[in-house]
Nanobody
């Protein structure tokens, strides 16, 4: 497994932007696909985005497509989630995740079970 440490959450007004970062250590970062998930109070954890090992392929949930951009910098062992045009419905704890490179496609990347390393979570609160 790889160790993941998140940063960048906070409070922002609707329409604003935030950038989350997730630093990886302990294993070869490029051996892993990565993803972002979020969990709102009283709701199940849901998929936000996923990146292939090289970062050349990215998948998004429909709810964030066009507003969020997920990326990774393999030279820095870091992944990012740029969130623009934030809405109150985006309020949640956001988690970064990493998992082995098995399987392809949105359905596969969206399964939380495929990831075996998780960050501690960072709170994002969007006020109306």
């Amino acid at each position: 497994q790889v160790q993941l440490v998140e940063s960048g959450g906070g409070l922002v007004q609707a329409g604003g932007s935030l950038r989350l970062s997730c630093a990886a250590s302990g294993r070869t970062f490029t051996d892993y696909v990565v993803g972002w998930f979020r969990q709102a109070p009283g709701k199940e954890r849901e998929f936000v985005s996923g990146n292939s090992r090289s970062g050349s392929t990215t998948y998004y949930a429909d709810s964030v497509k066009g507003r969020f951009t997920a990326s990774r910098d393999n030279a820095k062992n870091t992944m990012y989630l740029q969130m623009n045009s934030l809405k109150p419905d985006d309020t949640a704890v956001y988690y970064c995740a990493a998992g082995p490179a098995t399987g392809y496609g949105l359905v596969n990347y969206a399964r939380a079970q495929r990831y075996d390393s998780w960050g501690q979570g960072t709170q994002v609160t969007v006020s109306s």
